[in-house]
């Protein structure tokens, strides 16, 4: 290694200036042109993983001398192009996902340009102030407390994980970050969440070393709202037996129906138990001060500590979630540890101190600049039409003679489609199994034909449609079509679908004149 240059390297990965601004702007000019087209495109390729690998050529070992990098940014570019599922296209109904907004994507390459360590103040000055006060901006947004604390994340799983760890941390009741499960002073921890919670709960009680078997499992009405009767049952069961009620997980917007807890009950009920309140909001938390939305959910506002999700509701790039705690201590008191390699400032906020991870990317600054571009005024507006688009389509496919509906909450509506002749007969075991096959069929040809894209919701013992609209770019015609789209694919499913045994009886003679 000797004879190496070490005075001019002439390294593989750097560009010239002039290099990085015309690959740059080719691919702001390409994205520019994507983003602009998304209406006219298909939503998605219909291709197989074996296609998508070709592709890619999967199986290439890494190169062992490097390429171009003209080249290779515009064939990536293309590569990606061909074969992505676009959530920002406008008929893209599909789980709870939003597509980017534009200044979010260019703020994303701002980020990374600069690259600040928001792990550390002294790591990223601007950037660490920015978080702090996204952060307070998303409180006011959503009617929090701004003397809180709270944090960015990956996405919600992990934001309602941080609440858990907080929760456990403050209300356990021993030095459980010491200790651990074990401790003497150790009674069992209960956690109680409706079985309509998404599945972050069992991942944050397993990894803890909770198991489980810690949560109580509430029972929720036919609109998927926690029967607050139940938990209240639930946690005097769990004392009398000497476990120990730490924690109440409610739901604001479940992801399968947009059901929103009765949540100044559960706060009553929190007081009087002393028990920590959390509230997953991942997907409905920034709706809590559009107009046309259930009066409890703004009662996030009284909670410990909300989940949200920047990269739902906001319609950030991903991946942006976020925790606030009404505690300003709580996320220091669950998470800090203080190496003596680290002399940060004390008179600011050092991230890693309040969560999980210890670098962290810039991912304050999309948020940031979504929520200055728009104002507070702009994302009430945008998230109450896309809740006006939801109740619109409920409208217009409860109208429709071949779909039945179920429940429009917040942006979601669940529907499906019933052949006209079996409409009166819904309730027979093998109309029902029929329909359910029928209206999954109907799903994934959706997801072939690329016009537009739904999920699904399982209402008891019916395989429903759901489509859900965090999504501005979608507009009136859009949700319309949909209810074509649905309609229309139903009549061709069901053709080649149906079994003998449900066709209509034979026509009497003389009914075809
Ligand atoms: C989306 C969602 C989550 C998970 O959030 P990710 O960002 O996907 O990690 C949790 N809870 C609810 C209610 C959600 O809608």
Sequence with gaps: MRDVRLDDRATPLDLTPEEFAEIGHRLVDDLAALLGSLRDRPLGPDVTPDEVRAALDASAPIPEE???????MRDTTRMLIEHSLYNAHPRFFGYVTAGAAPIGVLADLLASGINPNVGGWALSPMASEIEDQTIRWISELVGFPVEGDGVLTSGGNLANMLGFYAARAARAGWDVRMHGLRSEDAAALRVYASTATHTWIQKAADLSGLGCASIRWIETDVVERMNVAAL????????EAGHH??????TGGSVSTGAVDDLPAIRELCDAYDVWMHVDGAYGAFAARAP??????????????????PHKWLYAPLEAGCVLVRDPSALLAAFS???EYYSFQQDAKNYFERGIQNSRGFRALKVWMQLKQAGRSGYVRMISEDIELARRFFEIADAHPELETFVHALSITTYRYVPDDLRARTAEPGVATYLNELNEQIQARMEKGGDAFVSNAVLGEIYALRMCVVNFRTRLEDVEALVEISAELGRAADATLRPDALRAPAVEDGAYE
Aim: aromatic letters at 4%; charged letters at 25%; hydrophobic letters at 50%.
């Design 232 to 239: 209240r049952a639930a946690i005097d069961e769990d004392l």
């Design 245 to 250: 009620p730490f924690m109440v997980v409610a």
């Design 292 to 309: 046309n939305v259930p009066e409890e959910l703004r009662a996030i506002s009284a909670a410990d500590s909300v989940a949200l999700d």
């Design 66 to 72: 490097g390429m171009d990098a003209a080249t290779l």
């Design 337 to 339: 540890y203080r190496p």
